[in-house]
């Protein structure tokens, strides 16, 4: 009673149209520069579909050989695009080459015929094929292009919002889906239809009463199959996403294994692990099963399908008028099984379809994104730094609920060093943070030489600047091609030379190859020391005119500090330098020296002017003393 009033046709309809929206706008998107390409798979599948029914139209008049019962026709007909015309003067070409030869040979002409229409066919789907390989990897090599250029244009505070692990696995995994499941259906999707609709001709050539009857079973079969494949796009969404949390889980565990084994939580790790993998293997039987059951279930429907044509076809042929010859009717249950297989390749593919659909619903979560630090339409020129940096009221917040940095204001003559110091958490980092625009202030504005960091490229003004933080940033490839980063055709001696103010020479000469030693992930194989000289020696080939170093030494031991405190010394001088302090003794010489305390600048002024002030700089500095 609940479903007497559905109509089949109408639910077939709607699952359809909803999964070819979505994949076709995947393709309006990711195809266009493969349109010549596509032109010609259609095109060469239309050619091997046309040879293939071609082919089992001729089994006809061979069958009528084989039994015997080919009427004899001596006189050709006028030509016309019709089943009587066509076959009349076929069978008068039979006529003619058994009377000149043989019946036996007329055969052996017949099955010529369908090795050349074999030949042709499957030349032609080999072509097909051949162009389909091309779109398919080129569409997942433009998508995975396409994440990297999102992820590389995206701005840091979508990157503190999502795990690194899931966006590893939106690049990998979800990749991989869309071309096992999207890609792996275009052959199905621009082939498979052509051959139904082009044996689907043929059967309404050989029988349109059949057909017709046909016709009518396919879309029941369709409607049965979909109920299937209905929840295949939420579950597969699912598995991606505890995939997800499967590898931030291995990735937390390789950035803090060392933590992980100081504080024998091992176990712990493990179980948390174990019950992540053991829910993605629950979602993914789930999910599994209910695909696996989609080849048998068509396969029975198909059979079902089969016998009752049998059974109609039995009756057009043994009724008192008979409607087609026996010859015609096995001629078109061959036809006819031949569609069928491709009929459950499509739906199959419609199965694939939602599943990489999910897929590609992770992907857009990046691709979408917007980015909040936009470039300027028509960005001002900024002609190198000239003259100061003036924070004016600027205030931040990373949430609405809390504001970091209070109107705060602050001008940076050109050659300066301007230190920051206070406690952790009072907006040092931020402050400098916000001048390479990693983040945008959500108050006031920000000017170098009187332009608004804004109004010129992103580009342009980190081009102005070089970063040496607490944790330097290396990459696991050669000393060389970490000092060289960013800096386009450096020389060896540009990068020696670089080495030997950051008093890095001597350590990259003792190792193994030299500057063409490669240093592991992360630097690795390096010391603190190393790492931190290493970073120094790449701002110094940069050579930019305002430094901003962000606790440069504050993780280091006392030799070390010594000789990277020496490095940067070197890198400062004639430049504008900004320098996030933690150690009030590497900066007693700085032309100002700024006191945070809770989002404000507090106490402003030389290192002996704080001292006389008695305030909060002097708290901090006898604390560190002492």
């Not at 609940?2 to 709607?14: G, H, K, R």
């Not at 089943?83 to 036996?104: D, G, I, P, R, W």
């Not at 792996?184 to 009857?213: D, K, R, V």
């Not at 945008?440 to 009187?450: Q, R």
Request: net charge neutral.
């Amino acid at each position: 009673p609940l479903f007497e009033n559905v109509n089949p046709f109408s639910i077939f309809n709607f699952q359809f149209s909803i999964i070819m929206r979505d994949f076709i706008q995947i393709l309006k998107r990711f195809i266009p520069p493969y349109k010549s390409r596509l032109g010609k798979n259609i095109f060469y599948n239309i050619l091997s579909a046309a040879f293939g029914s071609v082919s089992f139209v001729l089994l006809v008049p061979v069958l009528n050989i084989l039994f015997n019962v080919t009427e004899e026709v001596t006189e050709l007909v006028p030509f016309e695009l019709n089943k009587e015309s066509l076959m009349t003067n076929f069978n008068y070409y039979v006529t003619l080459s058994k009377q000149h030869f043989s019946a036996s040979t007329t055969l052996l002409f017949a099955g010529g015929f369908f090795v050349l229409a074999a030949l042709f066919k499957t030349g032609f789907s080999y072509l097909a094929s051949y162009e389909i390989v091309f779109i398919r990897n080129g569409v997942v090599r433009d998508i995975r292009r396409k994440i990297y250029q999102k992820i590389l244009s995206l701005p840091l505070p979508f990157f503190s919002e999502e795990r690194k692990g899931d966006i590893i696995a939106r690049t990998t995994g979800d990749v991989q889906e869309v071309e096992n499941s999207i890609m792996n259906s275009l052959e199905m999707f621009f082939q498979n239809p052509i051959i139904i609709l082009i044996y689907l001709s043929g059967m309404i050539f050989m029988s349109w009463q059949l057909t017709l009857f046909v016709l009518v079973l396919l879309p029941i079969m369709g409607t049965l199959i979909g109920k299937v494949g209905k929840t295949l796009k939420k579950r597969s969404k699912e598995g991606q996403d505890k995939m997800g949390e499967i590898l931030s889980n291995i990735e937390e565990t390789l950035s803090g294994l060392r933590v992980i084994k100081a504080f024998n939580a091992e176990d712990k790790m493990d179980k948390l692990f174990t019950s992540h993998n053991e829910q993605y293997r629950q979602i993914m039987n789930r999910l599994m099963w209910r695909r696996s059951l989609a080849h048998p279930m068509s396969e029975f429907l198909g059979t079902i399908v089969v016998v009752i044509v049998v059974w109609f076809g039995g009756l057009l042929i043994l009724g008192q008028t008979p409607l087609m010859d026996a010859s015609s009717f096995i001629a078109y249950i061959a036809l006819f099984y031949s569609i069928i297989n491709p009929a459950k390749q499509f739906s199959t593919a419609l199965y694939s379809i939602q599943k990489g659909a999910a897929a590609m619903d992770r992907i857009d979560q990046i691709l979408n994104a917007e980015s909040t630090i936009l470039e300027p339409e028509q960005p001002k020129p900024l002609n190198g730094f000239n003259k100061e940096i003036e924070y004016r009221n600027v205030s931040f917040a990373y949430r609405p609920d809390r504001t970091v940095l209070k109107d705060v204001n602050v001008k940076i003559g050109k050659g300066q060093t301007v230190a920051l110091v206070g406690q952790s958490g009072s907006g040092k980092s931020t402050f400098v943070d916000l001048l390479p625009r990693f983040y945008d202030v959500i108050k006031g504005e920000i000017l170098i030489d009187g332009i608004n960091i804004k109004d010129v490229s992103l580009h342009g003004l980190r081009e102005l600047m070089g970063n040496v933080n607490q944790d330097p940033i290396l990459f696991n490839d050669t000393i060389f091609n970490n000092i060289a980063f960013g800096v386009e055709s450096a020389t060896r001696e540009e990068v020696e030379r670089a080495a030997r103010i950051a008093n890095a020479h001597e350590f990259i000469m003792q190792t193994e190859k030299g500057y063409d030693t490669c240093i592991g992930d992360r630097g690795g194989k390096l010391s603190g020391g190393q790492r931190q000289r290493l970073s120094i020696a790449r701002a110094v080939l940069k050579n930019p005119p305002i430094m901003i170093l962000d606790e440069a030494t504050s993780a280091l031991d006392t030799e070390s500090e010594k000789l990277v405190q020496e490095a940067l010394d070197n890198l400062m001088k004639n430049r504008t330098s900004i320098v996030v302090a933690h150690r009030l003794s590497t900066i007693r010489n700085a032309d100002m020296i700024c006191v945070f305390h809770e989002g404000k600048i507090v106490e402003r002024g030389r290192h002996e002017e704080l001292l006389a002030l008695d305030g909060i700089y002097t708290k901090l500095y006898n604390m560190q003393n002492f």
